[in-house]
Nanobody, 123 residues
Framework: VQLQASGGGLVQPGGSLRLSCAAS????????IGWFRQAPGKGREGVSC????????YYEDSVKGRFTISIDNAKNTVYLQMNNLKSEDTGVYYC?????????????????WGQGTLVTVSS
């Protein structure tokens, strides 16, 4: 599967962005799909993940209530709606997938990765 991430950019604190991860090559059925963030000088961490089988989701504590992950099975695309962005949300955001599996959000478990999209939150 090939993943294409898009939607990053420069936004002021409190603003919003929607990231998209479009998959091609195979369906995202029976998969866990996630968004991972790598801040400058830090490792890659799981921000939010979703199971395409049952729609179950995971959110990292710092983004709960602000970020929403969703999947459009017809378009084979996963979205991350990010609201009330903070400076600490800055980083390169990668989407990734692994299948067949239940919900996972440990980056070491994911096998297919897209290129990153840069999110910069700054005034």
């Amino acid at each position: 599967v090939q993943l294409q991430a898009s939607g990053g950019g420069l936004v002021q604190p409190g603003g919003s962005l929607r990231l998209s991860c479009a998959a091609s090559g195979r369906s995202l059925d029976y998969s866990s799909i996630g968004w991972f963030r790598q801040a400058p000088g830090k490792g890659r961490e799981g921000v939010s993940c979703i199971s395409s089988s049952d729609g179950s989701t995971y959110y990292e504590d710092s983004v709960k209530g602000r970020f929403t992950i969703s999947i459009d099975n017809a378009k084979n695309t996963v979205y991350l709606q990010m609201n009330n962005l903070k400076s600490e949300d800055t980083g390169v955001y990668y989407c990734a997938t692994v299948s067949p599996t239940r919900l996972l959000c440990n980056p070491s478990a994911f096998t297919s990765w897209g290129q990153g999209t840069l999110v910069t939150v700054s005034s």
